[in-house]
Structure formats: C-alpha cells, structure tokens
C-alpha cells in the first residue's frame, strides 16, 4: 500500500465546538475504507486519532492495520466569524486480521553517517522546493514529488492548488530549516521505509507567516516528497492578528515557536 497526502492549510479559525461524523465502506477481504468528515478544521494527528479508535472498535478481536489515507481541511482568518460549513475530510484505508510476514519487514537501521547525508540532502530539497514555489516554477517543484503523489495528483490540479497557496509571496527576508527529524518505518505510514521531516520557517515582504514541514521519502536512492503542510499569512492578514492569536497561529501552522526564536 502507498501513501497519499494532500494538504492545504491556510488560515486561522477561532472555532472551538465541531461536528463529526465517521462512516466505514466495506471493500471486502475484511478491508475497509474509513470516511471522516468534521464541521471544523481539526487536523491530521486529531483525524487519525478518531479514525483509529473508530477502527479499533470496528475490527473488534482482530488487529487494525491502517493503509493509505489523505484528508485536506481549510479554516478561516477572522477571528471573531464562524462558518458552519464542513472544513475537514479525511479518507483512510483499514484492514481488519493479520497481515504477511513479507509486509511486516522492517527497514534496515541507518548508520549515523547515512543518517546525517539524508539529513543534509533533506534540507537542501527543502529549501530548493519552497524557492520553486515562491517563483512560481511549479514544473520544477512537480518533480520533486513522490511517485505516489503524482500518481494520484495531476499536474494541472496540483498547479492550481499551488496557486492558490504559495504563489507571489514576495522577497524572502528570512529563512530557517529548524527542525529535522528521520523515522524508519513510522506506524502512521502504510508504506515501510526512511521518512525525513523537515519543520521550516520563512518571512517575505508579502508574506510575513510562511511556516510548516515537508515530508521527504527515500525512494530507491531518491529523497522524494511525500507530504506537505504550508500555512501561509499575507500582510494584510498579518497586520489583524494580535500577538496572543500569533501565537496560536505559529502553533497551527508548526512554525517555530516564538518562544526559541
């Protein structure tokens, strides 16, 4: 099984109540596909949270095991507004039973040197993929991508959400990889193997917040993105929000805190 992600996080919600629902789709072969759709913005980790006891409950006696999934959500920059409009979907893949002993291989251990070459080449893939968006070079960005993610993300529908996200933010002022952090076979992920994250935080003239993490997959001998989480702030924006809500913002978005900087 691969791994498909798709986010698009851009803005600030002050809602705090959602509705939830979550049904199961029975594929057969005691696989399921789990739906998740939530009136609020409530995030990955919080999705997969309540997919996972959902499963658990569904599979009963047997194990859980979870496959591909991709969710996207979008909240809104006022701070005083609510919307009752659903804002987060996500779609995740289950198997109920005990999977083969060829799937449950793990991947060898990197030696420390191998380790810190992933790490460096993970943070200069960081750094070229974010300049590419802010050109504009989105033919270029595409090809930084995953297999799967092209798979399953045409080019044209994958350009227009850039658009849409990243696009003209302006000059960079200030730019700073923060955080890198390498996991071999994470229980998150169906697909076994090196996962590099890599936290970023970035300031141009029209974008004062532009901050996340990218997630790169080593593919053969290839780093290759796998997942991304951008939250961006243009200037306009910027000059509403109060240092208390900047706070929450930075923490949304996963830049880096204001307290270590």
């Known amino acids: 099984m691969k791994l498909f992600i798709t986010l698009f996080v851009i803005f600030l919600s002050n809602t705090s109540y959602a509705s939830q629902e979550i049904k199961f789709h029975d594929a057969g072969?005691?696989?399921?596909v789990a739906k998740l759709v939530s009136s609020n913005n409530i995030g990955e980790t919080k999705g997969l949270e309540i997919i996972a006891n959902a499963?658990?409950?569904?599979?009963?006696?047997?194990?859980?095991?979870?496959?591909k999934y991709r969710f996207s959500g979008q909240e809104q920059i006022s701070i005083n507004e609510t919307s009752s409009e659903e804002t987060f979907r996500m779609i995740q893949q289950l198997f109920c039973g005990e999977l083969?002993?060829?799937t449950q291989e793990k991947t060898k251990l990197l030696t420390e040197l191998e380790k810190n070459k992933l790490e460096s080449q993970a943070r200069n893939l960081t750094d070229l993929y974010l300049d590419y968006l802010a050109m504009t070079?989105?033919?270029?960005?595409y090809s930084l991508l995953s297999t799967t993610l092209k798979e399953n993300k045409a080019v044209g529908e994958w350009e227009r959400n850039k658009k849409q996200v990243t696009s003209?933010?302006?000059e960079l002022l200030q730019s700073e990889i923060w955080r890198v952090t390498t996991y071999i076979d994470p229980p998150s992920s169906a697909q076994k193997g090196v996962y590099i994250a890599t936290d970023f935080d970035r300031k141009y003239t029209q974008a004062p917040i532009f901050c996340g993490y990218l997630v790169w997959y080593l593919e053969g001998d290839e780093l290759k993105l796998v997942r991304e989480d951008i939250g961006k702030i243009n200037s306009d924006?910027?000059?509403?929000?109060?240092?208390?809500?900047?706070?929450v913002v930075k923490a949304k978005f996963r830049c880096k805190p204001l307290t270590a900087q």
Do not use: I, M, W
């Open 55 to 67: 499963a658990r409950k569904k599979c009963g006696s047997k194990t859980a095991h979870f496959g």
């Open 29 to 32: 072969n005691n696989t399921y």
């Open 100 to 102: 083969s002993s060829k």
């Open 137 to 141: 070079d989105f033919k270029k960005a």
């Open 168 to 170: 003209q933010p302006g």
């Open 237 to 247: 924006q910027f000059s509403e929000v109060s240092l208390e809500d900047l706070t």
